[in-house]
């Protein structure tokens, strides 16, 4: 297990932390003088047009991309709202390709609005990413399969824990070079009974790596989630799990926070991520 002390090179700030206040070269110099190595930021932060101007302010800023948030949902009522849906992830991985991010974070969307079809709609959304796969392999992108929580199944993921997300990704393997992973997030799957089972099986496909914290008493399950050590996660007991598969990518703080820590200062918030990865995770 690596020691992050005085390792922020090897952290990452997933952009949603600081709330989306503020334009992607601001965030990005404010990270990369905090210390951290890399950033990962969400579609709405970049101008898809022109994509080459916020990578080249990432640049520099001395950072990398650690990935690139997120699919819009797979699932919809119909075969054109799925195409739309292909063609919007086809949008998000040319862009990722274009800012140099190795991966697209895919949160792959509850029941369809109308449906109440599980097992169709979990075809559908198979059925949507393995369209994507030629576009993966162009673009040297890795697509990766975060699983959620199983509070979102209706309305944000029909994809709920580890031990899913691998059979996926073997049923997704054509052979071909591979092009899609995981991305294992501690608030989504620390609750998990199979979660040891599951990160060994987990190892070739693990992609991106996201940390902060359940609060004992959650507010909003969403946007409530807690700085890494104010909540019940064994943050370092899974990154220890995790980095024994042989994990070597960037450990990325991910904090929605709508009535805490969007509020605060962006450093301060910055300063006490950079504390807690280094005495929590
Ligand atoms: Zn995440």
């Not at 990722?96 to 979990?122: K, M, N, Q, W, Y």
């Not at 052979?175 to 989504?188: E, Q, S």
């Not at 914290?213 to 019940?232: K, Q, Y």
Request: a negative charge.
């Amino acid at each position: 297990m690596r020691d992050l002390s005085g390792r922020l090179d090897l952290c990452c700030i997933n952009t949603a932390t600081l709330g989306h206040r503020e334009t992607i070269e601001r965030i990005a110099e404010r990270v990369a003088r905090a210390g951290f190595g890399f950033v990962t930021p969400w579609r709405r932060e970049i101008d898809e047009a022109h994509p080459q101007r916020a990578a080249a302010a990432i640049r520099a800023a001395g950072l990398k991309l650690g990935g690139y948030c997120r699919t819009t949902y797979f699932s919809a009522d119909d075969a054109a709202g799925r195409r739309a849906a292909i063609d919007d992830n086809r949008r998000a991985i040319e862009v990722a390709a274009e800012l140099g991010a190795p991966l697209l974070v895919a949160v792959v969307g509850g029941l369809s609005p109308h449906s109440t079809d599980l097992r169709g709609d979990r075809q559908a959304i198979l059925d949507g990413i393995a369209a994507l796969r030629p576009t993966l392999r162009a673009c040297g992108v890795t697509l990766a399969l975060e699983p959620l929580h199983p509070f979102y199944a209706a309305d944000r993921s029909l994809l709920n824990t580890l031990a899913q997300a691998v059979d996926w990704c073997e049923a997704l393997d054509d052979g071909g070079p591979r092009c899609i992973g995981i991305a294992l997030d501690a608030y989504h799957v620390w609750w998990d009974p199979a979660l040891d089972a599951s990160i060994a099986r987990a190892a070739p496909h693990l992609a991106a790596f996201h940390v902060c914290d359940w609060r004992r008493e959650t507010r909003d399950p969403l946007l409530d989630r807690a700085m890494m050590g104010d909540g019940v996660i064994d943050l370092r007991g899974l990154r220890a799990a995790v980095e024994a598969t042989g994990f070597s990518g960037p450990v990325e703080v991910e904090i929605f926070s709508r009535d805490d820590w969007w509020h605060r200062d962006p450093d301060e918030v910055l300063a006490t991520c950079a504390e807690r990865l280094q005495r929590c995770c």
